[in-house]
């Protein structure tokens, strides 16, 4: 499972840093009359589609007695200095039936594999369920002097029985190995977090956006991020692994740390994992390895960043090794600044970012001019501060819970009291980033 993968005692989420620019990305939905283009199956059989995860059609493979293994496969290239990474939707008929999703060679006279990337993924649910593998070298046993030798994504299903299986949002990326770098991070947002998770009520209200939301609100993109948008499959996807909002990840130069050198927004989920776009793979940035501050942002909360510069290992050839690990929930984490997160709860002891910051000027305001208070009272019509804006995904709704409301039970007035000490409206806190 994704939350095995990206939250245990020595996993968190794992970001890629690279140079996007260099990197080259294939994505496959399968929709449109040409969606099947450059697929194969290994018996030469048509390949068969069905509803699919995001958008209206997904691949599919058939297994009986007879045919137990059947394989679908893309020519991807092959390249001994790239660093790759892939990722897929999947979904079974029974449960009998398994899945695998590999890199591979394949001799494509028999459609046998010749060679298979010692990772893949597999699995055997019986609803839609992303998985990903984080970045990592490929061996370099290279068979491309084969003529019907090719480098491919390979799709796979198995089942001694009759079974049938799904495959969509098929994405592979390869980045240069130069400047290819990991870390791992985790995050809480003080705004709707309850008792060791975040709740994801836009998510489930279906209002998250599939386009990140920080270029249109006036953040600077840096290195290649910017404009990342998630597959609609996500947003059925009930389960702790499933995103709770889009959040901003920067690295900041480790000489001066109020310059940002990468940007990348990726989801968060209810247990803090801030993940690619598909929920396993990893962000890439435009740098090369070494030693930066990193920092979290949120549309309205306060961000959070290391105290001091943290190391991003560059590329290995075992994806799930232990890497740089920075977990902003634990309070036992140094960061920058003085009190630059709220106390979560008493009973796991997490840290969350400071909500509040409706205006996103990086100062949380009760009362005064450019407050964050005002801006909420204007979002529900400026009168009657018991209306309220229902179902909204709004930078005003500091609870995240789909609705902006001034007053009465979770309102997002109280929460900007709450975070400048709840007793002396005056007071401000202003976000702890240089």
């Known amino acids: 499972m994704l939350s095995q993968l990206v939250r245990c005692a020595s996993v968190g989420i794992f970001v890629i840093v690279g140079n996007t620019a260099a990197s080259q990305t294939y994505s496959f939905n399968f929709e449109g009359a040409n969606g099947l283009s450059g697929w194969v199956q290994n018996d030469g059989q048509p390949i068969g589609t069905g509803a699919g995860a995001s958008g209206s059609t997904a691949l599919s493979i058939s297994v009986d007695q007879v045919n137990w293994d059947r394989r679908v496969y893309h020519p991807i290239p092959f390249d001994p200095t790239k660093v790759y990474r892939y990722s897929a939707w999947t979904k079974v008929g029974q449960l009998s039936t398994t899945t695998s999703v590999r890199l591979a060679w394949v001799d494509f006279s028999t459609g046998q594999r ?28 290279d068979f491309s002097s084969n003529p019907n030798a090719q480098f491919c994504i390979v799709l796979e299903a198995f089942d001694g029985l009759t079974g049938i299986a799904w495959f969509d949002d098929v994405v592979v990326t390869m980045s240069d190995v130069s400047s290819t770098a990991f870390i791992s991070a985790l995050v809480m947002l003080g705004g709707t977090y309850t008792n060791g998770y975040m709740p994801a009520n836009l998510r489930l209200q279906n209002l998250l956006p599939v386009l990140e939301p920080y270029t249109a609100l006036g953040h600077v993109q840096v290195g290649g991020g910017g404009g990342e948008t998630a597959p609609e499959a996500w947003w059925n996807f009930n389960n702790l ?11 900041r130069s480790p000489i001066d740390p109020t310059i940002i050198v990468a940007t990348r927004q990726g989801l968060v989920s209810s247990i803090g994992s801030i993940t690619e776009v598909d929920g396993g793979s990893a962000l890439g940035f435009s740098v090369a390895p070494g030693n930066y501050y990193l920092a979290v942002r949120h549309r309205n909360h306060l961000g959070c960043m290391t105290a001091s510069p943290v190391f991003v290992q560059g590329a290995i050839t075992v994806p799930w090794s232990a890497y740089g690990f920075v977990d902003f929930t634990a309070a036992a984490t140094p960061v920058w600044g003085t009190d630059a997160r709220k106390h979560g709860d008493n009973t796991y002891n997490y840290k969350v970012l400071w909500p509040g910051d409706t205006n996103g000027d990086g100062v949380v305001k009760y009362t005064g001019a450019n407050n964050d208070r005002d801006p909420i009272l204007q979002a529900i019509g400026g009168v009657l501060p018991t209306n309220t804006l229902p179902s909204v995904y709004n930078i005003h709704d500091v609870g995240m819970d789909g609705t902006v409301k001034y007053t009465g039970s979770f309102n997002d007035r109280d929460p900007i009291l709450q975070t400048i000490g709840g007793v002396i409206p005056t007071l401000t806190r202003a976000a702890q980033l240089p």
């Open 114 to 141: 010749i060679y298979t990337d010692t990772y893949y993924l597999n699995g055997n649910y019986g609803a839609w369920r992303p998985g990903g593998i984080p970045p990592h070298l490929i061996p370099t046993a």
């Open 241 to 251: 692994d499933g995103p709770v909002d889009w959040v901003r990840v920067e690295l």
